[in-house]
């Protein structure tokens, strides 16, 4: 919730988020699937990369997706391509595009666009693993 704060209040404030991301790191198994969506809007929002807690959401999140709403699933993957974390899990973006198919009727047409733009620039998609 710090985090979004200061995102939603435009506050940049790089040594706390370092600090947060770097805190959080072994307590990341703990998060639900809002905290870990929120948590990377906030730093993607606020352009403050943080590739080892990116990195690390990136496996973690993949087991957690059929958890994540609409709204989660693609500040989740908007984030990985607005700070250009490129070595975004294959996995998280296959899993991602599979959860959106499944929930295709429930999203709104910004959150599909966000979703869709973002695999584009990430470039990281496995359309065999997704497509049936």
């Known amino acids: ?10 506050h940049p404030s790089p040594a706390l988020f370092f600090a947060i991301s770097q805190l959080s790191l072994p307590k990341l198994n703990t998060f639900n699937s809002q905290e ?9 929002t606020l352009s403050h990369a943080a590739p080892e807690f990116f990195e690390a959401v990136s496996n973690l999140a993949v087991s957690k997706l ?3 709403n609409p ?9 990985y391509a607005t700070v250009y974390h490129y070595s975004v899990n294959p996995q998280l973006t296959n899993g991602i595009l599979w959860e959106t198919t499944q929930k295709l009727e429930s999203l709104e047409m910004e959150q599909i666009v ?6 584009v620039v990430l470039n990281t998609i ?6 049936p």
């Open 66 to 68: 059929h958890t994540f």
């Open 36 to 44: 870990l969506a929120n948590t990377l809007w906030a730093f993607a």
């Open 71 to 79: 709204q989660e699933l693609a500040n989740t993957i908007w984030a």
């Open 126 to 131: 496995n359309t065999e693993s997704v497509v």
């Open 1 to 10: 919730n710090t985090m979004w704060a200061y995102a939603t209040a435009d």
């Open 114 to 119: 966000n979703i869709l733009w973002s695999i």
